[in-house]
């Protein structure tokens, strides 16, 4: 119940497309999901993050769409560059203990051809 | 002015021996974090401190030691180390409370022979 599927595990766009990465949760006690970002050699940072009681949060290329009735979450990322290779997490964040806890789907290697 | 730093950035060992990793942020976060990071890239919350006093604590071998001197430092001392204790190990604060953004450190790739 704790887990964050995502899909797919790879992923192929040509530059100026549209990157699109999935993720779904069973535990309704999640609260907030972000999404990272990972380049090689370096750590997970922050990209996006929404809450449950919007639908859709856009910043520049980057939107999150967020369905709460089928617990699923989804990043578009527009104009894709080549610079927005690497490895996208979603994750999920609940209160456990009185603390929060991220619990991250199993990320997405985005390759943007030029 | 890195705000999370870890060291070292790489160790390689041979199995059996023991290991520290230290971490340090330097935001003025009240929480602190281990994740490890396998081969095929999962990321797993392994410990969790606030204010020096552990949080979370996830199913990890009593080999791993977490120690938090103070709010600032995060150690992680891993005893007898295992060939499956190869991976990059992250360190990450955040400020807590509804503040939930995670700052990760750059990482410390263990290898273990």
């Known amino acids: 119940q704790q887990q964050v599927k995502q899909s797919p595990q790879s992923l192929i766009v040509q530059k100026g497309g549209i990157s699109i990465i999935n993720c779904a949760y069973e535990?309704?006690?999640?609260?907030?999901f972000p999404w990272y970002q990972q380049f090689p050699g370096k750590g997970p940072a922050l990209l996006i993050a929404?809450?449950?009681?919007?639908s859709e949060k856009k910043e520049g290329r980057f939107t999150i769409s967020f369905n709460k009735s089928a617990k699923q979450f989804s990043l578009h990322i527009m104009d894709s560059q080549p610079g927005d290779s690497a490895t996208y997490f979603c994750a999920a964040s609940m209160r456990s203990g009185g603390y929060n806890k991220l619990i991250f789907g199993a990320g997405t290697r985005l390759a943007v051809h030029p | 002015d890195t705000a999370v730093s870890q060291t070292p950035k790489y160790l390689v060992t041979q199995m059996g021996n023991d290991k520290s990793i230290k971490c340090e942020q330097n935001?003025?976060?009240?929480?602190m974090y281990w994740y490890k990071q396998d081969s095929k890239k999962f990321l797993k919350i392994m410990f969790s401190y606030n204010n020096k006093e552990l949080i979370i604590n996830e199913t990890v071998p009593n080999r791993f030691s977490p120690k938090s001197p103070d709010k600032a430092h995060l150690n992680l001392h891993i005893n007898s180390l295992e060939l499956g204790d190869s991976a990059v190990y992250f360190c990450?604060?955040?400020?807590?409370?509804?503040?939930?953004?995670?700052?990760f450190g750059p990482g410390t790739r263990l290898l273990v022979l």
């Open positions: 535990n309704t006690a999640f609260d907030y």
């Open positions: 929404i809450r449950p009681d919007v």
């Open positions: 935001l003025g976060h009240d929480t």
């Open positions: 990450a604060s955040s400020q807590g409370g509804q503040k939930e953004t995670q700052y």
